[in-house]
């Protein structure tokens, strides 16, 4: 620690996903993604098809530089001193190279946390590995308080629920109705349900969460984008579960992707493509509420954690 600590230069790591950033970078984006894993042509031909469809690029970047500056200002407003960097696991810039700069900015602590509210060692338990090892690869020796889960910060439980209450109040329902609602995640291999992976319980934690600040008691939940293996992910998956409203009479509903903060090709494509159309086909209208993106109220929840982080380890 410095000799004086109101001199200190707080940093804040933010990581996240990552994305590419045209047609031609989701070739090596892939390759990342899959730890340098061959992959089939048809994959590829898939993937690229899918960005092509929201525009031929994520958005994922320019939303989480917007996440970082106005977090800095929500924090600065505090009277420390703050530096919020982003950190991508899977595509510029890399954690790794975010490191360099943190170490080169003279920081005397860090807080790094992800842009994912809900623990899993096989998502946020990744992205701290990444950091730690950049860390050792850089001779960082700046102290880390690694936070590991949000997922029912009230402000960030608000936030989900101010755009939820939105999407209700924007659905034209039969009278006498409700609309039901899917909650939904990202899936997960199911064998992290063997290894006691905490995943599950906050994901749900966060969807009853949410609900209950709605007010709503008719809902459901689901994992969405399972990935391309053949393991077994765990479910039920969006398209059973609209499978059941279909055939229970609903001709609406709305899906709550409460385990993404921001929009990408989950979000973009899963939902507002796939998801979209897999209802249509089987006469229900699907609508989804806004992703949270550099809202006000997750920006406080991101200064709520980091102060709680900071002022715990000081």
Same mark, same amino acid.
């Given at each position: 620690?410095?000799?004086?600590?109101? %001199?200190a230069?707080f940093?804040?790591l933010?990581?996240a #996903? /990552?994305?590419p950033d045209? !047609?031609?970078?989701?070739? +090596?984006?892939?390759r %990342?993604?899959? /730890?340098?894993?061959?992959?089939s042509l048809?994959l590829?031909e898939e993937i690229?098809e899918?960005?092509a469809q929201i /525009?031929g690029r994520? +958005?994922?970047?320019? $939303?989480? *530089?917007?996440?970082a500056? %106005?977090l800095?200002?929500?924090?600065?407003?505090?009277g420390k001193?703050?530096r919020?960097?982003l950190?991508?696991?899977?595509? #510029?810039p890399?954690?790794?190279?975010?490191m360099?700069?943190?170490?080169q900015?003279?920081?005397?602590?860090l807080v790094? !946390?992800?842009?994912a509210? &809900? %623990?899993?060692r096989?998502?946020v338990?990744?992205?701290? &590995?990444?950091?730690q090892e950049?860390?050792k690869?850089?001779?960082v020796e $700046? @102290?880390?308080?690694?936070?590991k889960?949000w997922?029912?910060?009230?402000? !960030?439980?608000? =936030?989900?629920a101010?755009k939820?209450?939105?999407?209700?109040?924007?659905?034209?329902?039969?009278e006498?109705s409700t609309? @039901?609602?899917?909650f939904t995640a990202h899936?997960? @291999?199911?064998?992290?349900?063997a290894?006691?992976? @905490?995943?599950?319980?906050?994901?749900?934690?966060?969807a009853? =969460?949410?609900a209950?600040?709605?007010g709503?008691?008719?809902w459901?939940? =689901?994992?969405?984008?399972?990935g391309a293996?053949?393991? +077994?992910?765990?479910?039920?998956?969006v398209?059973?579960?609209i499978?059941d409203?279909?055939?229970?009479? #609903?001709?609406?509903?709305?899906?709550a992707?409460?385990?993404?903060?921001?929009?990408?090709?989950e979000?973009l494509?899963d939902i507002d493509i796939?998801?979209?159309n897999?209802?249509?086909k089987?006469g229900i209208e699907?609508r989804?509420?806004?992703?949270l993106?550099?809202?006000p *109220?997750l920006?406080q929840a991101?200064a709520?954690?980091v102060s709680?982080a900071v002022?715990? /380890?000081?």
């Amino acid at each position: 620690m410095p000799a004086n600590p109101s %001199n200190a230069v707080f940093g804040v790591l933010l990581l996240a #996903h /990552g994305g590419p950033d045209s !047609l031609q970078d989701i070739e +090596p984006f892939l390759r %990342n993604i899959r /730890g340098g894993r061959s992959f089939s042509l048809k994959l590829l031909e898939e993937i690229t098809e899918r960005y092509a469809q929201i /525009g031929g690029r994520s +958005p994922l970047l320019e $939303i989480s *530089r917007r996440q970082a500056r %106005n977090l800095e200002t929500e924090l600065s407003a505090s009277g420390k001193r703050f530096r919020v960097y982003l950190g991508m696991r899977n595509w #510029h810039p890399f954690i790794r190279e975010t490191m360099a700069e943190i170490k080169q900015d003279g920081v005397s602590r860090l807080v790094a !946390l992800c842009l994912a509210p &809900q %623990n899993s060692r096989m998502s946020v338990g990744l992205y701290f &590995q990444r950091v730690q090892e950049a860390q050792k690869e850089l001779g960082v020796e $700046i @102290p880390v308080t690694f936070v590991k889960s949000w997922n029912q910060q009230p402000f !960030l439980i608000e =936030a989900f629920a101010e755009k939820l209450r939105e999407a209700m109040a924007a659905f034209p329902t039969v009278e006498g109705s409700t609309v @039901p609602v899917i909650f939904t995640a990202h899936s997960l @291999p199911e064998k992290i349900l063997a290894e006691g992976d @905490p995943y599950p319980r906050e994901t749900r934690e966060t969807a009853e =969460a949410v609900a209950q600040q709605c007010g709503i008691a008719d809902w459901r939940f =689901a994992y969405q984008s399972q990935g391309a293996t053949d393991e +077994p992910w765990l479910g039920p998956t969006v398209e059973s579960v609209i499978e059941d409203l279909s055939n229970a009479s #609903h001709r609406q509903v709305i899906v709550a992707p409460i385990g993404f903060l921001a929009d990408h090709l989950e979000i973009l494509y899963d939902i507002d493509i796939e998801y979209r159309n897999f209802a249509q086909k089987r006469g229900i209208e699907l609508r989804r509420t806004q992703s949270l993106n550099d809202s006000p *109220r997750l920006i406080q929840a991101l200064a709520a954690v980091v102060s709680k982080a900071v002022t715990s /380890g000081e």
